[in-house]
């Protein structure tokens, strides 16, 4: 058996010495980094030879890659590094990493050629100023050879261990069990539905019911596909915390079946939940966790890879009795992970992760998409980007006295946008190309700054940087897709600032090719209807697969009750106040137990949980506040106890309208007094003239469909099992429409009014 391995990957495994350090940052973004290329690449004879495929084996290793160039008139082998801001700041063992690889370039191509000897260099090209710096040296392929079979040494061992773990994990999972005693009902189908589209190699789409067990019953599938489709990890995305902690219970749960199952499962988190010393700075000279970072990662990478679940708590104590960053920890684990349980963004992002660790290392990966309704949303807001004038003006008077300049002029651009608006609200149809200059030459001086003054990098200057690069990033990828326009609002004195936004509102284009690159795809969730509309804004490959899982839950276990003498409409919301109190009190009284109540807004609930408290004292409340904490949030859930008794006020597609799990008596029902429509404002208005240019269903696609299914998702808190009963009340005489019946599960009976 041989092991693969990417020039970059072998190289940042026996290379990397010294301090973690982040000075030297930030780096060019991606389409930087490629446009870079392009450009050095252009600047060569016609006989260049770009992007040069090589490969070559050491004992079982496989090693293989792209050279960047060959020039094979000058027996010249080039590795180009694009940069910005001052060369000379770039630590030693940065450019020690990259002569590792281009050395190990140079070996390969002297062996695929038969070379006695090659001159190597490593460009490193200015984003800014388009200059090249070129450092070059010549080598004997004897010299290069021994320096490639010294890396290989160094990480033969490491390979002959994951070999060894893919081995057991392969053969164990083959003949794994199903952690329980039986599948629940449409559980075993929608596993078949997860396991047939791995082995076809399609994406997937699978509407189950929520209480299914849909966590276990996409994850087992998958582990058992693991060796017949030569799987190299799995990844499960999760909108939320809940999710990432139900997928790691769920993963417990097989790893406590099956003792002998060689599985590493790694939990990703955000850099400020993992972050020791969120009061220092990413590099030796401030943090002692990334000095000697890399001297001490050999031994907490062999030490976390003997924990099976390195959850966030369990990572966090390998990396500190190894005396290394925990986030960066579990940034080098995702290597080395079967089964990484990570928030959306971690692949579908610009720069995410786990995407571009897949195409550099050329993995097979199935994915997971937990609560998949949420990735529009999500998906939006990832391509999308806004900069706020009061931002700027406020820099303007703090910044240093370099970056004053550029920041006015940055202004002074923003002020004569200001000539085109007539309304505080207008979209455009073209983007901003001025002020785009403008805000180009304001960030390229930001970052010349801090590769200069790297302590710097904190606080709102620091924050303004990243939004401008976000903007610009956004506004290379502007097309039909995407909505420009600018909101106004007064400013202190007689001059008015304002919000740029670069709002995207159709995500395909960007999520398509990251479902399309896995082996499979599977996005699942209980509300996935109407099809179309997913399909449309997720950019689905045409052959995607669709199962609607059949619910194992009968009509009469669940009271759905459309409640249309009362209307939720904003003007008829101070008249709905006393019919939804009393609603609430007659059903409490006639069957005492636990409720959530959902509302459109923190305004209407408290408005109604005011007039119940006012009028029903004896009925105990609680209600969800703005800005809710983790433990604030548990603390509310916990208000639901088997042997409790109350009503819990909610926002409708807020933190407890999907994820939380509330099984038995500890609710009994729900009142849902909106249909979950986005707010009426510019924004979604012009969200939704775009809909209909583009899908023909302007209103059901920016209101009327991910309304419906907050709704949905918010009823499916009730019933968990096969054993619960419960009431689901919907509240607004628009649930009778047929348009809106026909978007409710099917296996809801909504024919009792009251």
């Given at each position: 058996m041989s092991y693969t391995v990417a020039v970059r990957a072998l190289c940042e495994f026996t290379a990397k010495v010294g301090d973690l350090d982040l000075r030297f940052t930030p780096s060019p973004s991606a389409q930087e980094g490629i446009v870079g290329h392009r450009t050095v690449a252009s600047r060569r004879s016609a006989h260049y030879q770009n992007e040069v495929a090589l490969e070559g084996e050491y004992q079982q290793l496989k090693v293989r890659g792209r050279a960047d160039g060959y020039d094979p008139d000058r027996n010249l082998l080039e590795e180009v590094k694009t940069y910005r801001g001052d060369l000379d700041a770039q630590p030693a063992n940065h450019r020690q990493l990259h002569w590792a690889q281009v050395k190990v370039y140079g070996w390969l191509m002297c062996q695929t050629l038969g070379l006695g000897e090659i001159d190597l260099a490593l460009v490193y090209f200015d984003i800014v100023g388009e200059q090249e710096t070129p450092v070059s040296q010549r080598f004997e392929a004897s010299e290069l050879e021994q320096f490639f079979n010294q890396q290989c040494a160094l990480f033969l061992g490491w390979a002959e261990q994951q070999m060894h773990q893919r081995e057991a994990r392969d053969s164990a999972a083959q003949t794994l069990g199903f952690p329980h005693d039986e599948f629940r009902p449409g559980q075993r189908a929608l596993a078949e539905s997860v396991y047939k589209a791995v082995s076809t190699g399609r994406c997937l789409m699978a509407q189950a019911p929520t209480g299914i067990g849909k966590t276990v019953g996409t994850i087992f599938p998958m582990l058992k596909a693991l060796a017949p489709q030569r799987l190299d990890k799995v990844f499960f995305l999760t909108a939320k915390t809940p999710g990432r902690k139900l997928a790691l219970d769920a993963a417990q749960v097989l790893l406590d079946s099956s003792p002998e199952l060689a599985l590493r499962?790694?939990?990703?988190?955000?850099?400020?939940?993992?972050?020791?010393?969120?009061?220092?700075?990413?590099?030796?000279?401030?943090?002692?966790?990334?000095?000697?970072?890399?001297?001490?990662?050999?031994?907490?990478?062999?030490?976390?890879?003997?924990?099976?679940?390195?959850?966030?708590?369990?990572?966090?104590?390998?990396?500190?009795?190894?005396?290394?960053?925990?986030?960066?920890?579990?940034?080098?684990?995702?290597?080395?992970?079967?089964?990484v349980v990570a928030d959306y963004n971690y692949y579908f992002d610009f720069g995410a992760l786990l995407f571009g660790l897949a195409q550099l290392n050329q993995w097979r990966v199935a994915v997971l998409v937990d609560e998949a309704h949420n990735l529009v949303e999500r998906g939006r807001s990832m391509?999308?980007?806004?900069?706020?004038?009061?931002?700027?003006?406020?820099?303007?008077?703090?910044?240093?006295?370099?970056?004053?300049?550029?920041?006015?002029?940055l202004n002074r651009e923003w002020n004569a946008l200001h000539k085109e608006q007539i309304a505080p609200y207008q979209a455009y149809a073209e983007k901003p190309d001025k002020l785009l200059q403008a805000l180009a030459l304001c960030a390229s001086a930001m970052g010349d700054y801090f590769n200069e003054n790297p302590d710097s990098l904190n606080g709102d200057l620091q924050t303004f940087y990243f939004e401008a690069l976000q903007f610009s990033k956004v506004a290379e990828l502007f097309n039909e897709h995407f909505i420009f326009d600018i909101s106004k609002r007064q400013a202190s004195g007689k001059r008015s600032a304002s919000q740029l936004s670069l709002r995207n509102v159709v995500p395909a284009e960007f999520i398509r090719p990251r479902l399309s690159a896995a082996r499979s795809s599977v996005l699942f969730s209980a509300t996935l209807s109407p099809r179309h509309y997913y399909a449309d804004l997720l950019g689905l490959p045409v052959d995607t697969a669709w199962v609607d899982v059949e619910s194992p839950f009968k009509a009469e276990q669940l009271q759905v009750r459309i409640v249309d003498r009362i209307s939720t409409r904003f003007v008829h919301r101070q008249a709905s106040l006393a019919p939804i109190v009393e609603l609430i009190a007659e059903q409490f009284s006639q069957q005492p137990g636990n409720y959530l109540a959902f509302f459109s807004s923190f305004d209407y609930l408290q408005q109604v949980s005011q007039l119940l408290a006012e009028r029903y004292p004896q009925i105990t409340l609680w209600q969800q506040s703005r800005g809710m904490s983790e433990a604030e949030r548990q603390k509310f859930l916990d208000g639901f106890t088997q042997h409790s008794q109350g009503v819990g006020f909610a926002v409708l597609g807020g933190a407890f309208g999907e994820g939380i799990d509330l099984p038995g008596t500890r609710l009994i029902g729900a009142f849902i007094a909106t249909l979950g429509l986005a707010q009426l404002n510019p924004v979604n208005e012009q969200i939704k003239l775009r809909m209909g240019a583009i899908f023909g269903a302007g209103y059901d696609y920016t209101y009327l469909y991910p309304g419906i299914q907050k709704v949905v998702q918010a009823a499916g808190r009730v019933i968990r099992s096969q054993q619960d009963q419960g009431v689901v009340m919907l509240i607004d005489d628009r649930f009778s429409e047929q348009r809106v019946r026909q978007l409710l599960p099917r296996w809801w009976s909504t024919n009792r009014r009251l």
């Open positions: 499962v790694l939990e990703m988190v955000a850099r400020d939940k993992a972050c020791e010393h969120p009061d220092k700075a990413c590099h030796g000279d401030s943090c002692l966790l990334a000095k000697g970072f890399y001297e001490r990662l050999p031994a907490a990478r062999i030490a976390a890879a003997k924990v099976r679940l390195l959850d966030q708590r369990n990572l966090r104590e390998v990396a500190l009795a190894h005396q290394v960053c925990p986030y960066y920890l579990s940034q080098e684990m995702a290597r080395w992970s079967d089964v391509y999308s980007a806004s900069l706020d004038q009061y931002a700027l003006k406020t820099l303007r008077d703090t910044a240093p006295e370099v970056l004053k300049k550029p920041l006015t002029r």
